[in-house]
Every structure is written in structure tokens, then in C-alpha cells.
């Protein structure tokens, strides 16, 4: 794939080959899955591929990808929201185009899933229209949530989101960052978190997302698992105000 090619993936070749055609992250609140549906979705449509990206999210109000919309749309990737007068509601409705995106058989759908089993709710109206086969289901692994602080935490929260939404956790992503503060160090100590579950769970690591300045302290190659370059999408207000330059930046 020329994602691979382009800098966006890190030994990732057989995880990119065998992706199934619907991708749902969950998590805890504030794991950053968000985050990361937005770059996966990004990154498949950079390259070459098919995509729309669903946003289900009913539960936070703040970094939801319907934000990204326009920009998204840009580079080639489908939003599914609801209509206009409804867009910023936080009711479970699902619009028929999400179903008719999941059924239809070409290209890849990225769900992006509330953050807790509240809004995991939205899923059991939709996972009976996915075959189980066709779907991969990844809980995003932040070690410095309170949520999933343990093996234990981050194991129970999996399955309350996997019951009310009506499907198993199939992968994890590791997450684990501090903003402008993560270091090698704790990156490394989201993938021993996401061993320890997987060592009590039986769920593998899909992936590992680590934000690009990293590549320069974190050694991506040799971890073991493949790694998906993040370039930050979800920027709080005052990041895009360092990012643009106060004399461009407008509230």
C-alpha cells in the first residue's frame, strides 16, 4: 500500500494486508481514539483507497471528527454525520447512509465510537447489518487515563463497551502519550500495559500510534508491532493558535 511508502506506516505490510472493510475504535474517555479514527481514515484515503469515516460519537462534546469535516472531505475521505439541524446533537440516531456505507461491499468504513459503554449504545442498532468477518473492532489503549490505568481497568472497560455496543474487542491500539510532554519512555509503557491485557484477555496489538516528532526518539522500527504515524488532527484551541500564529488565528 502507498501508505507504507509515504511515511505513514512503520512495518506495518501484513496488518495492512489482511484489513478488513469496517474498522471501529473505541475507548475510554480521553484515550485519543478520535485521534487516531481521523488519521487511519487520512492515511487509507492517502493511499489510494476508498474511504468514509462514521462519527458515532454521542458522548463527548469536544474532539469529535465531524470537526474535521471539511478537511477530510478535502483529502478525499467520506464524513457520514447527521443532517445539518442535527449535526451537533448527542442523540443515538444513525442515518441510513452509515448503514448503506457498512453494507455496501466497496471500499474501507472507519467507525469512530463514543468513549464509554453510554456511547457504545449506538453500535447495537448498527451492528447487526456487519458481518462479524468484514469488521474489526480496536480499543485504543491509553495508559495515562484514568480509565485504563491497569491491566484490570482497561480489561473491564473492554467488555462493558463490547457488551452494550454488541460486539468483542478484536485489537488494541496503544495510545499512551502526554501531549507535549510524551517521551520514548511513555509510549513503551503503553505497550506494557496493552501485553498485560492482552496476556489476561487473549487481544492482540493491532498497532502502535506515535506521534511524528517522535520518530526521532522512539525507535518505531524495532518494537515489535506495526506503528501508525500520527500527525495531530485534534488540536485544543490555543495549539492552533501556536500553530497558525496569533496575527492568524481568529475565534
Excluded at 478535502?74 to 439541524?85: I, N
Excluded at 487515563?145 to 473491564?156: H, Q, S, V
Excluded at 526518539?217 to 496569533?246: H, I, N, S, T
Aim: with cysteine.
Amino acid at each position: 500500500m502507498n501508505a507504507v511508502a509515504a511515511g505513514r506506516w512503520i512495518g506495518a505490510e501484513r496488518f495492512l494486508a489482511g484489513l478488513p472493510r469496517v474498522n471501529l475504535f473505541c475507548g475510554g474517555f480521553g484515550s485519543g481514539k478520535t485521534e487516531i479514527a481521523v488519521n487511519f481514515a487520512l492515511h487509507l484515503a492517502g493511499g489510494g483507497s476508498r474511504v468514509s469515516i462514521a462519527d458515532l460519537d454521542i458522548v463527548n462534546l469536544y474532539f469529535r471528527s465531524r470537526e474535521k469535516r471539511a478537511q477530510l472531505e478535502a483529502q478525499g475521505v467520506r464524513v457520514l454525520l447527521p443532517g445539518d439541524r442535527l449535526e451537533a446533537a448527542d442523540l443515538p440516531i444513525i442515518q441510513p447512509e452509515v448503514k448503506g456505507a457498512i453494507e455496501r461491499s466497496d471500499g474501507y468504513v472507519v467507525l469512530d465510537l463514543g468513549g464509554d459503554p453510554v456511547g457504545a449504545r449506538v453500535m447495537a442498532s448498527i451492528a447487526p447489518s456487519i458481518r462479524r468477518a468484514e469488521m474489526r473492532a480496536m480499543f485504543v489503549v491509553n495508559s495515562r487515563r484514568p480509565f485504563t490505568l491497569t491491566a484490570e481497568a482497561t480489561a473491564r472497560t473492554m467488555a462493558e463497551i463490547g457488551s452494550t455496543g454488541g460486539f468483542g474487542i478484536d485489537a488494541l491500539v496503544v495510545n499512551s502519550h502526554l501531549g507535549d510532554e510524551t517521551s520514548a519512555a511513555t509510549i513503551l509503557e503503553g505497550i506494557g500495559l496493552a501485553e498485560a491485557v492482552e496476556a489476561a484477555t487473549g487481544v492482540g496489538i493491532a498497532f502502535v500510534a506515535v506521534e511524528r516528532r517522535m520518530l526521532q526518539e522512539f525507535d518505531a522500527g524495532g518494537c515489535g508491532y506495526p506503528v501508525m504515524v500520527l500527525d495531530r488532527q485534534m488540536l485544543k484551541p490555543w495549539e492552533r493558535a501556536e500553530r497558525l500564529g496569533r496575527d492568524k488565528f481568529k475565534l
